[in-house]
């Protein structure tokens, strides 16, 4: 098949390295990949839970065949199996901004998370969700997220959890900077985008690929053109822009060769780029791809 017209999961499959190491016999060593819990998060202040998730496939993990047959179910059935959550309790206590074990006696968060995992990856409403864990039919799932029978969030419930973490996820004013054209904002960092760094941990930790191995899987061609991250303020703008100009010698314009609205090329800044180019880095301003998307 011709390269520019493989898709990025066929790329990833003709990477040998990779296709030896990330299996599921492979991985079997590894298993479960435990949920990281970052050093320094405090246990979570509740000591009782409404529902308790137990991570409950150990027994299953030691008989190879078994695991094989996992082979044909959807994602998230496959990380149920997969990925030992236990450690996700603190850092989502953490986030939810618990500071004491007194008061109301709330679901284990836990349970929370994969419930409303399970909602978005079925495409189910709150409500349609709720009614499905008490069905019979679900009744594998409920155990999974350590819901008890008949004792279940409401959709109130499970809309307080999105908002509290919302509310809880400004990390103390921590900040990055990020120039937008000629200037530098700060953004608020967000305890939540930690959950995405934590996920890609468990396999980073685990070592379940080598390092040769994720950067083999993580270059896979896609046939796009990516703006990097710069905003052209000319649509004619060309590498003539990028040169200096003087009397002597002057920059041609494309904008005006066009008969297009175009710089004066007057100003000091204009003398060394032209002020209607791109103002980051002129080598990156488009990466290139051979491939087709």
Not at 45 to 54: A, D, H, I, N, T
Request: glycine residues 6%; proline residues 5%.
């Amino acid at each position: 098949m011709d390269a520019t017209n493989l898709t990025p999961v066929q790329t990833r499959a003709q990477e040998a390295l990779f296709v030896g190491q990330c299996n599921l016999a492979s991985l079997q060593k590894c298993l479960p990949l435990a949920w990281p819990t970052p050093a320094g998060t405090p246990a979570s202040p509740k000591k009782r839970y409404r529902s308790e998730y137990v991570y409950e496939w150990r027994a299953q993990l030691q008989d190879l065949s078994q695991l094989l047959a996992w082979k044909d179910l959807d994602d998230f059935d496959l990380v149920l199996r997969l990925v030992d959550f236990s450690g996700l309790r603190a850092v989502l206590a953490q986030l939810l901004g618990w500071k004491s074990g007194r008061g109301w006696q709330p679901f284990d968060p836990i349970s929370f998370f994969l419930l409303i995992g399970w909602q978005i990856t079925r495409m189910w409403s709150r409500s349609q969700a709720l009614k499905n864990l008490d069905d019979e039919r679900y009744a594998d799932y409920r155990r999974e997220f350590g819901f008890h029978p008949g004792v279940y969030p409401t959709e109130g419930g499970m809309r307080y959890f999105l908002t509290t973490l919302g509310h809880h996820s400004d990390s103390d004013g921590e900040t990055v900077a990020v120039a937008q054209g000629e200037a530098v904002i700060r953004i608020a960092l967000q305890k939540l985008n930690q959950l995405l760094v934590q996920a890609v941990g468990v396999l980073r930790q685990s070592q379940v690929l080598s390092l040769q191995a994720w950067q083999a899987a993580l270059l896979c061609s896609d046939g796009q053109i990516h703006d990097a991250a710069s905003k052209a303020r000319c649509i004619s703008v060309s590498a003539s822009c990028y040169q200096p100009t003087t009397p002597e010698k002057p920059r041609t314009c494309p904008a005006k060769d066009k008969e297009r609205r175009r710089c004066d090329c007057q100003t000091l800044k204009c003398a060394q780029i032209c002020r209607q180019a791109t103002p980051r880095d002129r080598e990156a301003r488009y990466a290139w791809y051979s491939g087709s998307n």
